[in-house]
Every structure is written in C-alpha cells, then in structure tokens.
C-alpha cells in the first residue's frame, strides 16, 4: 500500500482482487486496557505500514475519535510519533484516559489486583457515586471488563454466560489489565489527551504538517441503530468531517462503513478509496 494524503479504507471482509489482503492479528501486542467494541487491534499491520512510507517522519498523531486507543498506543510505543493527541467525548472512557496522563496507571492496576471480583462486589463497586476521576476510570474499566461485549452504552447489561459458562469472570483478568495500565504510565507523558469535539480538535491541528491523523468515525446513517447500541456518542455530521478532512495540510487515513453515502462523500471531496479485509 503506498501513502496517500487522502485515503478512506472500507474493513468488510472482501473478496475483490483490490482489496488489501488480511493480517496477522498475533502480530499485534495488545496495549489498550479496554475490550472495545469497533477496535481496531486488527488494523495496526496496516498503520504501520501506512507510517512506513512517510518522509520525513510525522511528529504527531491526533486521532479524534479515541475510543480504546490501540492505534494511537501503537504508535507511541514503537516510537513511530512522539505524540498523540487523543480525543473522546465519553465521559467514562475519558475517564480512564485523563487517569492515565494524570498520573494513577499505578493507582488503577493496584485497584484492580486487589479486587475480588463477584457479582455482589461488582455491583457494590457500581452502586458508588465516584468522587474523583480515578474512581470513575475504575468503574468504567470495571463495566468494560463485565459487561456484555465491553459496551458501555445506554442499555448494556452484566455478561450472564460468558466464556465457558464464566459469567463476568469471562473477561476479568487482573493482571493482565493491571500490567496494561503499568506500561502506559510509560508513556503518558507523550500523550494529549482532550475530552472534546474531535472535528474540533482537527481543526486545531489542520495547518501542521508534521501532524497526521487517523480517523475512525462512528456510524453513518445508514447504520444508526448499530451505532446507538455500541456508543453513547454516535452522532455526527458526516459531510462535516470531510469538509474538515478536505482542509487538513497533513497526511490521514480514515476507516468508514461500507455505505453509498460515505462513497457519495468520498467522491465528492476527491478522496480515494480502497477496501480493506478486517479478517
């Protein structure tokens, strides 16, 4: 794949000669402390490839729809930025985030190894108004951790089955989530955090050339009932974002449902289109 200023990926599973071939997900090490759904651990092969082709290197990475942040954690740890402006509008994944560079990684996985995770205790732990961030980055990974699918929207509900018949256990594993949250006091300091509008926030960055941008956008239209099941925040003006994306001086790579619309879009702002393969 070469490196285009503007370039919007299709994930589907495609049988087109065109699209770009499947990778290998074991590849990747996984860094996020979340199980998030729309992640794109899947992706990073590509990322990186993507970032092989630039030069000179890109200082800054703003990827304005965060979420679990895999993409934007890859980068820092294989040095591929310096910096990554994170952006999430969710107040409880924010949450997680502003701990991170605020300094409580090493508060947050000490809390989660001393956790004795039941059904009553995690109920308990819900039932608590948190007075501090911390406490709520807490709650939130708690919920991510328990809930069915990690979906943290209006609706979710406690895993009852699970894996292997586990219930909320399926996905606890304290250590290894307090060993994510241990590594990423590692590079906190590299990371701009910003609970904000995230077109906002590319605009901000719109002039820089050193700045590049990954952009994974909620649902279009067309899917608004998958969005709204998976997202607290899934509105957005989807013409807007290509208006801004239009403007950025910087390269970016956008990733966006398989739609008419988002092809209609595509074409209208000159921006090329590819599929890609997500398995």
């Not at 990554?84 to 605020?102: F, G």
């Not at 960055?205 to 067309?222: H, L, V």
Request: charged share 25%; glycine share 8%.
């Amino acid at each position: 794949m070469t490196a285009h200023r503007q370039a919007l990926l299709f994930p589907e599973l495609a049988k087109s000669n065109s699209a770009l071939k499947p990778v290998n997900v074991a590849s990747v090490p996984k860094r996020s402390p979340f199980r998030y759904p729309g992640g794109k651990t899947w992706f990073v092969p590509t990322f990186r490839l993507w970032l092989s082709t630039m030069y000179p290197k890109p200082r800054i990475l703003v990827e304005p729809f965060a979420g679990g942040g895999i993409i934007s954690l890859t980068a820092l740890f294989e040095n591929l930025v310096q910096k990554a402006v994170m952006v999430e509008m969710d107040e409880d994944m924010s949450a997680v985030w502003e701990s991170v560079v605020n300094g409580d990684s090493g508060w947050l996985a000490k809390k989660i190894l001393g956790f004795e995770l039941t059904r009553e205790s995690l109920l308990g732990e819900l039932k608590k108004t948190p007075k501090t961030i911390r406490e709520r980055a807490f709650q939130t990974i708690l919920k991510n951790r328990t809930y069915h699918g990690g979906i943290l929207a209006e609706g979710s509900g406690l895993l009852k089955h699970g894996e292997n018949g586990k219930g909320i256990l399926s996905r606890w594993y304290p250590n290894t989530i307090a060993n994510r949250f241990i590594s990423l006091s590692q590079i906190a300091m590299k990371i701009d955090f910003r609970r904000a509008d995230g077109l906002d926030v590319m605009r901000d960055f719109s002039n820089r050339r050193d700045a590049i941008f990954f952009i994974d956008p909620p649902y279009t239209a067309g899917g608004k009932k998958a969005g709204k099941r998976l997202y607290k925040h899934y509105l957005l003006d989807h013409e807007r974002l290509f208006s801004v994306c239009e403007k950025l001086k910087g390269d970016f790579l956008m990733t966006y449902d398989n739609a008419d619309e988002v092809k209609t879009l595509a074409r209208k702002h000159g921006f090329q289109m590819r599929l890609l393969t997500s398995a």
